[in-house]
């Protein structure tokens, strides 16, 4: 059984550019959700995907989006980068509809300079 | 929307003791908790979760109580050791509802020390 991998773990971007970040769910679960971690801060919530559709979205702008995949793998898109998006981004899968028993990734760590 | 308030922010206590952490949710609708162990620079782990229909849940020295009344919820830690030491978040989440949103509060860091 694999866990939630995360690519890549480390990034360095500078303001408006976009970025990508990605994710494989766990081995059977086809829920996965995104979180975004401020230094000392608790796990924010972005978005959730169930089966390929968006079932929970946080308090977050449109420039960010995302996609889950029929593999149930993800991707996180951020748009016009601001300096206050560097932060710890987790994925994490489940395997219910909802966000329990969440498995989360080690995280890409996304600098805006 | 939800909002998780937690307390202490950090929690100092000496090898052995209890660590008690509390939490407090503003959602009469949530319905699952649960807490979060994060280690230095690592992912967070899920080490205990309790439903709303239950009061109290125990996993061999971690134990997790929740009062639906007052909106709160607690985990307790017996017989703490050094690996114990960690963040420790706890989390809200209304399972029934149409937006599977699961907020956290902002943690707590406990250090126990030999």
């Known amino acids: 059984e694999t866990g939630v991998t995360q690519s890549p773990t480390h990034l360095i971007k500078t303001r408006g550019q976009q970025v990508t970040l990605r994710c494989s769910s766990q081995?059977?679960?086809?829920?996965v959700s995104w979180y975004q971690q401020a230094l000392g801060q608790g796990p924010q919530f972005i978005f959730q995907?169930?089966?390929?559709?968006?079932?929970g979205r946080g308090n977050f702008p449109p420039r960010f989006s995302g996609l889950q995949f029929p593999n149930y793998s993800s991707e996180l898109n951020v748009n016009a980068l601001e300096l206050d998006d560097s932060a710890l981004y987790l994925c994490?899968?489940?395997?219910?509809?909802?966000?329990?028993?969440?498995?989360f990734g080690s995280g890409t760590q996304l600098s805006v300079l | 929307g939800e909002n998780v308030e937690q307390h202490p922010s950090t929690l100092s206590v000496q090898e052995g003791d209890s660590a008690v952490i509390k939490c407090t949710y503003s959602?009469?609708?949530?319905?699952?908790f649960p807490w979060y162990k994060q280690e230095l620079g690592k992912r967070p782990q899920l080490i205990i979760d309790?439903?709303?229909?239950?009061g109290e849940k125990k996993d061999q020295r971690i134990a997790v109580t929740l009062n639906k009344t007052a909106k709160h919820f607690s985990l307790h830690i017996t017989e703490t050791q050094p690996e114990d030491s960690a963040v420790y978040f706890c989390?809200?989440?209304?399972?029934?509802?149409?937006?599977?949103?699961?907020?956290f509060g902002k943690g707590t860091l406990l250090t126990v020390n030999p």
């Open positions: 995907y169930y089966r390929e559709e968006e079932n």
């Open positions: 989390a809200a989440l209304n399972s029934g509802g149409s937006n599977y949103k699961l907020t």
């Open positions: 081995s059977g679960h086809n829920t």
């Open positions: 309790i439903r709303s229909n239950v």
């Open positions: 959602d009469s609708a949530s319905n699952y």
């Open positions: 994490a899968s489940s395997p219910t509809r909802g966000a329990e028993k969440l498995f």
